[in-house]
C-alpha cells in the first residue's frame, strides 16, 4: 500500500492588500536592487527560463528559475534549497499574484512544496513571509 500522506505538500500563504498601485508593487518583486532590500541578495532577472540565487543573511543560498512573468500580475519561480538534512531541503516553488482594489493591491505570495516532515521549514517559512512582506510594504510607502 502506497502512503498518500507522504506525497502530500502544504503550502505558506500570505497576503496583504497595500495603498499602492500593482506596477510600484511589481518593480518591488522584479528588480534586483529592490528585491534586496526587502527579500535577499539576488541575481533575478524577469525573464522566464532565468535561473538565479537568493542569498540569506543567514549565509544559505536557494536556486531558483523563473517558472512565468506576467507583468503586473503574476510572477513564479522555485525556490530550491539544497540541505544535508531531508527536513531542510526544499524544492517549492513561490508565485506572487497581484490584484488590483479599490484602494490599491492585493498581494498574494503562495509557497508550495512542504513536506509533512518539514514542520521547521514550514515554520520558518511562514514567519520569514511575514517579516517578508513588513520589509516589502515599507519599501513600497518610500516617496520615489
Same mark, same amino acid.
Given at each position: 500500500?502506497?502512503?498518500?500522506?507522504? &506525497?502530500?505538500?502544504r503550502?505558506v @500563504?500570505?497576503?496583504?492588500?497595500?495603498?499602492?498601485?500593482?506596477?510600484?508593487?511589481w518593480r518591488?518583486? &522584479?528588480?534586483?536592487?529592490?528585491?534586496?532590500?526587502?527579500?535577499?541578495?539576488?541575481?533575478?532577472?524577469?525573464?522566464?527560463? +532565468?535561473?538565479f540565487?537568493?542569498?540569506?543573511?543567514?549565509?544559505?543560498?536557494?536556486?531558483?528559475?523563473?517558472?512565468?512573468?506576467?507583468?503586473?500580475?503574476?510572477?513564479?519561480?522555485?525556490?530550491?534549497?539544497? +540541505?544535508?538534512?531531508a527536513?531542510?531541503?526544499?524544492?517549492?516553488?513561490?508565485?506572487?499574484?497581484?490584484?488590483?482594489?479599490?484602494?490599491? &493591491?492585493?498581494?498574494?505570495?503562495?509557497?508550495?512544496?512542504?513536506?509533512?516532515?518539514?514542520?521547521?521549514?514550514?515554520?520558518?517559512? +511562514?514567519?520569514g513571509?511575514?517579516?517578508?512582506?513588513?520589509?516589502?510594504?515599507?519599501? @513600497?510607502?518610500?516617496?520615489?
Amino acid at each position: 500500500m502506497i502512503n498518500s500522506a507522504a &506525497t502530500e505538500t502544504r503550502s505558506v @500563504v500570505v497576503e496583504r492588500e497595500m495603498p499602492h498601485p500593482p506596477e510600484k508593487l511589481w518593480r518591488a518583486l &522584479t528588480q534586483p536592487h529592490l528585491i534586496e532590500e526587502w527579500l535577499m541578495k539576488n541575481d533575478f532577472k524577469p525573464a522566464v527560463g +532565468h535561473r538565479f540565487n537568493l542569498r540569506g543573511e543567514w549565509g544559505g543560498v536557494l536556486d531558483c528559475e523563473v517558472l512565468a512573468i506576467e507583468p503586473n500580475k503574476a510572477l513564479s519561480y522555485t525556490w530550491n534549497f539544497n +540541505h544535508d538534512d531531508a527536513a531542510f531541503a526544499l524544492q517549492s516553488v513561490v508565485t506572487f499574484t497581484l490584484t488590483p482594489t479599490r484602494t490599491g &493591491t492585493l498581494l498574494r505570495m503562495e509557497q508550495t512544496g512542504f513536506r509533512p516532515d518539514q514542520k521547521q521549514a514550514y515554520g520558518g517559512a +511562514h514567519a520569514g513571509w511575514k517579516q517578508f512582506f513588513e520589509k516589502l510594504e515599507e519599501l @513600497v510607502a518610500r516617496p520615489d
